[in-house]
């Protein structure tokens, strides 16, 4: 199960930091790169979440931490869109 998985990953000719997922729809890390942007994403959400404060009200929520978090996804969705290999819909490895 995990072969075939390795073997998509390594059949990457155009080195694109993020290839289409095997099941679904979005991207995966394929390369060093694209797994520190993920790295450098999710130790930016985790900042996020440790500075909200317990008695913020709504409106600081939404201007401390889901604006932010919005932005950030979206420079994510950016960076995987700009180099990885256009997303797609497949549902496992194509037969050959």
Known sequence: ?????????????????????????????????GWLVLLVYTAAVLFLAFRVEDNLTEENVLSEFILPLLGLTLILVLICYKTGESPKWQWGLKKK
């Open 1 to 33: 199960m995990l072969n075939p998985y390795l073997e998509y990953l390594k059949d990457n000719p155009n080195n694109y930091w993020f290839k289409a997922k095997l099941y679904g729809w979005g991207w995966m890390p394929a390369k060093w790169q």
